[in-house]
Nanobody, 114 residues
Framework: QVQLVESGGGLVQAGGSLRLSCVASGSSFSRSAMAWYRQAPGKQRELVALSTSGGNANYADSVKGRFTISRDNAKNTVYLQMTGLKPEDTGIYYC????????WGQGTQVTVSS
């Protein structure tokens, strides 16, 4: 069983920055694909950024050049550095882990005011 605990959400003005963190329990972190998803009110959950176990990163087109996903395998932690935030980035951000099965965190709220 893997538990994912997110932190770092909050309220920020457009153009601002936030860094989200997700700490994973267990010993499979380095072998896991880790990702950040978000869900805006009334919309489906969407992939924001993915970090493979091999260290590759993929991003949604809407966040390319503004968001950076990184991971620290020694700390079992994945980060999402968000810059140039826009009101449309508002939503609940969920941490995701996949190795032998999929796990989700409880989510952290990000609100970007215009």
């Amino acid at each position: 069983q893997v538990q994912l605990v997110e932190s770092g959400g909050g309220l920020v003005q457009a153009g601002g920055s936030l860094r989200l963190s997700c700490v994973a329990s267990g010993s499979s972190f380095s072998r896991s694909a880790m990702a950040w998803y978000r869900q805006a009110p009334g919309k489906q959950r969407e992939l924001v950024a993915l970090s493979t176990s091999g260290g590759n990163a993929n991003y949604a087109d809407s966040v390319k050049g503004r968001f950076t996903i990184s991971r620290d395998n020694a700390k079992n932690t994945v980060y999402l550095q968000m810059t140039g935030l826009k009101p449309e980035d508002t939503g609940i951000y969920y941490c995701y882990s996949r190795w032998n099965r999929i796990y989700w965190g409880q989510g952290t709220q990000v609100t970007v005011s215009s």
